[in-house]
């Protein structure tokens, strides 16, 4: 016989789920990396950042992204207007 498919997963109003097998907390290397074999091992997850772009402290800024970043600005709002 054929497998059952897999089950859906909960979702909110939003269409977003609403439980996780895992949550992973911060965007740089180490933490994508663990979201990514997470992920491809077929769990669910969620992955944060307290900051508005990704990467942590392996960011790559522009020139001026930097002397903003510097300031306290935050460089992916100089990306977008």
């Known amino acids: ?3 059952a498919p897999p089950a859906q997963p909960e979702v909110g109003p939003d269409g977003l789920p609403l439980r996780f097998d895992a949550v992973v907390l ?3 290397i180490a933490e ?3 979201a990514c074999a997470l992920a491809r091992s077929g769990r669910s997850v969620l992955h944060l950042d307290a900051n ?3 990467g942590g402290d392996d960011a790559s800024f522009s020139l001026d992204g930097f ?3 510097v300031r306290g600005e935050s460089p992916y709002s100089m ?3």
């Open 1 to 3: 016989p054929d497998p």
């Open 67 to 69: 002397a903003g970043w």
């Open 32 to 34: 994508s990396i663990v």
């Open 52 to 54: 508005d772009y990704y």
């Open 79 to 81: 990306l977008h207007g």
């Open 26 to 28: 911060g965007t740089g």
